[in-house]
């Protein structure tokens, strides 16, 4: 067990990482379920950019997401985000972190269980995803494909990777304030408090890091106190 021990504390990076994965990949996957039926998102040949522009488009999207935190959730507006066809609740506000407009797409942070990750790993070769690949994200209530969530990325688009991007003309929303249903392209979304969640989320790991540095002193010093013991006994019977 000590051996393992010494394995399991010898890089703090590693362990870091793995508490990371637990805390955030676990969270996002664990509870999406598998679907027979395929999919593909179609509405990724629709657009087309010009380099730079997506460059200059993502840096200024990367900086309001980190830049912008909110005091307070106000759950007066929130709005709950529908698939367009069936109504499946998919996500809400309290998970946006902004939009990307030039894909006309809601970006967020997690999804629902009713939200289903093809498996099926696809390919772009043309357009403002050129050189990505992407998993499709299906409703579990019609099977219709609702956006994508990007696995690889060229460096200018590397801050959506990993999130999930809900197509805007697939999605409607839910207002608590008015109680109304709107379309998703009727509504502007602003930059969410993810940069208030990741400090959080890091003072947590920092906290369970300390309580593990700990035990690692303590099983040293156990260790320390059995070997003393039995060079005692071994002197006391030579």
Known sequence: MLRCMRVWFKSKAGLLGWLIYLSIDGRMLKHYRREIRNSSPSFMHKYGLKSDEETTDCSELLTSIISNVEPEADHRNAVVLHCGACYTVLSDTFEVCGEYKKLNSIICARVTKHVTIKEELGFQVQGPLTGCTYNALQCSGCFRCVGIILNSTTKHLSVLRSLCLLQKENISCY??????????????????????????????LDGILEHMVVIQRQLKGAKFSQDTTKELSLDIDH
């Open 175 to 204: 207002s608590f304030k008015t109680s109304s249903v709107i379309k998703a392209s009727d509504v502007t979304f602003e930059p969410g408090t993810i940069r208030k969640s990741l400090d959080k989320l890091k003072q947590e």
